[in-house]
């Protein structure tokens, strides 16, 4: 007889021929008294990727690796692996980053296991500065024991490479997120619902931090946008009591993004007109593309 997988670790990938080995080492080399399955997720890499993967599906009975005909995008990925998983929990990483800890598998489904009231388990994480080969500092130097629901609709207080959750919490991710940003408070939240994230402080995985800037203004524009619809579904799938939380993580984001028109010294006439359309895409009069066809075209005029 078979025996069935406890834990299916999700590894998602896009262009990680620089770091995917690590990423898949650090979970191979777990020391674990269950069984566990890797499933390698890749968007459509058009590097070596997917060589380097398939290598290790030959070495390895155990993991898995399953491809996009086209990129779909990192939402559509993710929610594609975790629509796919079977077993009782469920480990995410990004294919950029590594699990530091060789126990930390173990550790953590030991931890849900005698702790039922636990959605999931996280961990802090040291982060790696890509630009200059360096660690620098935790990823939350003030990173707490547990975290409920309402504490995690703002920045996420821990990396998603830590996360390991009980499956029959998350066993899909809803549609209406696809055109949102940010996909670990999606899980996060999703998963909150249904209990508290345990957090264990100290280091168990490495954030690898590119250099890559979302400064800009153009930019800006679009992903406040998208924090605006993702806030949006979220007062639709939670509770009025949590829209309090909702409304101040928003808030957060909107103070930063003015921040960002401010330094660029955007226009006031195109401030007010981007606002009229980011108003009419929240009242579903606007879908998230046309919105970005008049906002481009507004930039033009202005």
């Not at 406040?224 to 799938?237: E, F, G, P, R, V």
């Not at 401010?262 to 046309?290: A, G, R, S």
């Amino acid at each position: 007889m078979i025996q069935q997988a406890e834990v299916n670790v999700i590894i998602v990938s896009f262009n990680a021929e620089k770091y995917i080995e690590q990423a898949i080492e650090s979970v191979v080399n777990q020391k674990t008294n269950f069984l566990f399955t890797i499933n390698v997720y890749d968007d459509c890499s058009t590097d070596n990727t997917i060589d380097i993967i398939t290598n290790y599906t030959k070495e390895y009975s155990h993991l898995y690796l399953q491809t996009s005909k086209l990129n779909i995008g990192t939402f559509a990925n993710l929610q594609k692996a975790v629509n796919e998983c079977n077993a009782q929990f469920v480990a995410l990483l990004e294919g950029d980053d590594y699990w530091e800890d060789e126990n930390k598998l173990q550790e953590q489904v030991d931890f849900l296991k005698a702790n039922r009231k636990y959605s999931g388990c996280a961990a802090n994480s040291l982060v790696y500065n890509q630009s200059n080969a360096s660690f620098a500092d935790l990823y939350n130097n003030h990173l707490k024991t547990e975290y409920t629901l309402a504490e995690l609709f703002s920045i996420p207080p821990f990396q998603i490479g830590t996360l390991v959750y009980r499956h029959a919490f998350l066993p899909t991710i809803p549609d209406e997120f696809k055109n949102t940003i940010s996909n670990d408070k999606v899980v996060y939240t999703l998963l909150a619902k249904h209990g508290t994230i345990f957090c264990i402080n100290k280091p168990m995985a490495v954030y690898r931090k590119h250099d890559i800037s979302i400064s800009n203004s153009e930019k800006a524009d679009i992903i406040y946008a998208k924090h605006q619809l993702l806030y949006s579904i979220m007062k639709k799938q939670f509770a009025s009591n949590y829209h309090k939380f909702i409304d101040e993580a928003l808030y957060d984001h909107l103070k930063g993004y003015m921040i960002t028109l401010i330094t660029h010294k955007v226009p006031l006439k195109f401030l007010f007109l981007n606002f009229f359309y980011q108003w009419l895409m929240l009242k579903k009069w606007l879908t998230l593309n046309e919105y970005k066809e008049l906002y481009y075209f507004s930039r033009k005029i202005f």
